[in-house]
């Protein structure tokens, strides 16, 4: 089975989570594929195979060694996006891409174009694995199990291929903030780990938001609109009103880079009641806590304005940025550079725009950056995965394993 038979199989696998969903996983059907995963590393021969009853799946590819080493571990998750579905995906392989417009879906006039999506220019010439138009592809992240899984079966079929103690884990629920929430580090017992989670080749990540969700919940008073003068209290208008009292160049679709962002995900309302809820997302910490302020400082003003009861507001805190924990851990990042470059992949180091299981392991005691996937436009239908770029993130992970040996 090559690389690319396993991205293929794994893909054809439903594992979409729920956020609506309390349990551990979320969806029962992500230990079909953990299922699928466990029966693959026994016939390879790893050791220490364990999934639990949270899908939480590890096992261990021994030393061949007697050089001392680190124990490094290779983390990716097992869920794919709640925002669009996971089941029947019926991935397409665009042969030496032109550079033109890929018809996804014709029916449905479903098109990939690089008037919309200009990286694809970077892909010509290449061979493309694209979505049929009507789900997600996964590569998000089972490009990144692809990839683990392809190295665990290098290492074992390659006894000469000298290499230290390697640890693999897949976790269950990372689209959904809760990849790391049942995570083992004691028991995962590696020195450091990286996830193979990014996008574009070269990426490698060491650098997060500080993350937190907010929800206000704003009580109205419904009347008769005939005869609501001075008694109606409009909750949708005050929805509204609230949303407009936040930073307008601060939203999502106006930020890059480092900065930070109010995202609004969710408006559930009525006259009577509205349920509203965002995310908060910066890299710096003053930054951050600047923008919590700002959102209480928006919920007081509601009060003064329509009672101290109006609307409630309660701060989630999700994540820290783990950069504070790997910059003092950097030579995990110079060993992934090293092993891009051996590969031929310019490093390019960004900051993450989004979650990731290594920012809270990284606050566990496990500091854990993220490389490259290759792959494009996740959670969509357009969703791409040019076939040379995941070929060098196994080249990647593959060369992390051997310079280890010589960087100790």
């Not at 694809?120 to 049929?132: H, K």
């Not at 450091?192 to 907010?214: K, M, P, R, W």
Request: hydrophobic share 40%; with cysteine.
């Amino acid at each position: 089975m090559t690389l690319i038979d396993r991205f293929l199989r794994y893909v054809k696998v439903d594992t979409q989570s729920n956020q609506n969903s309390d349990s551990c996983p979320s969806t029962k059907k992500q230990f079909d594929l953990a299922n699928i995963l466990v029966k693959e590393l026994q016939e390879m021969g790893a050791q220490d195979i364990s999934l639990d009853e949270n899908c939480y799946l590890m096992a261990t590819i021994p030393s061949n060694t007697t050089k001392e080493t680190p124990t490094i571990g290779f983390i990716a998750h097992l869920d794919t996006s709640p925002d669009m579905s996971g089941k029947e995906v019926n991935p397409q392989i665009v042969k030496n891409y032109n550079g033109g417009d890929i018809v996804l879906n014709k029916e449905n006039k479903v098109i990939l174009s690089p008037s919309s999506f200009p990286e694809l220019a970077n892909y010509v010439g290449q061979d493309l694995i694209t979505t049929d138009g009507t789900t997600l592809l996964g590569a998000d992240d089972k490009a990144g199990v692809a990839v683990i899984m392809e190295l665990a079966k290098f290492l074992t079929d390659n006894k000469s291929f000298e290499h230290g103690e390697i640890k693999i884990a897949f976790t269950p629920d990372e689209e959904i903030g809760r990849g790391a929430d049942k995570f083992d580090v004691e028991k995962f017992n590696a020195h450091f780990a990286y996830t193979v989670d990014g996008g574009e080749i070269g990426e490698l990540e060491y650098e997060t938001f500080n993350a937190a969700g907010a929800k206000i919940i704003i009580s109205g008073r419904n009347v008769h609109p005939g005869y609501a003068k001075d008694k109606m209290v409009n909750a949708n208008i005050i929805a509204q009103e609230l949303n407009a009292l936040l930073p307008v160049n601060q939203r999502p679709e106006f930020t890059t880079n480092y900065d930070g962002f109010f995202h609004l995900i969710s408006v559930v309302s009525t006259v009577e009641k509205a349920v509203v809820e965002y995310i908060i997302r910066d890299h710096s910490t003053a930054k951050f806590q600047n923008k919590i302020e700002v959102m209480k400082l928006a919920v007081e003003f509601i009060n003064n304005r329509y009672g101290k009861d109006c609307a409630k507001l309660e701060i989630i805190e999700q994540y820290k940025n783990m950069g504070e924990i790997i910059s003092e851990n950097m030579h995990i990042v110079d060993l992934a550079e090293k092993a891009m470059l051996k590969a031929d992949v310019k490093p390019l180091i960004v900051p993450i725009r989004g979650g990731t299981d290594g920012a809270r392991l990284s606050f566990m005691g496990l500091p854990t950056p993220n490389i490259f996937t290759g792959a494009h436009n996740f959670h969509g239908r357009f969703e791409f995965l040019p076939i040379g770029s995941i070929e060098k993130s196994f080249e990647t992970v593959k060369n992390i394993v051997q310079l280890s040996l010589t960087d100790n």
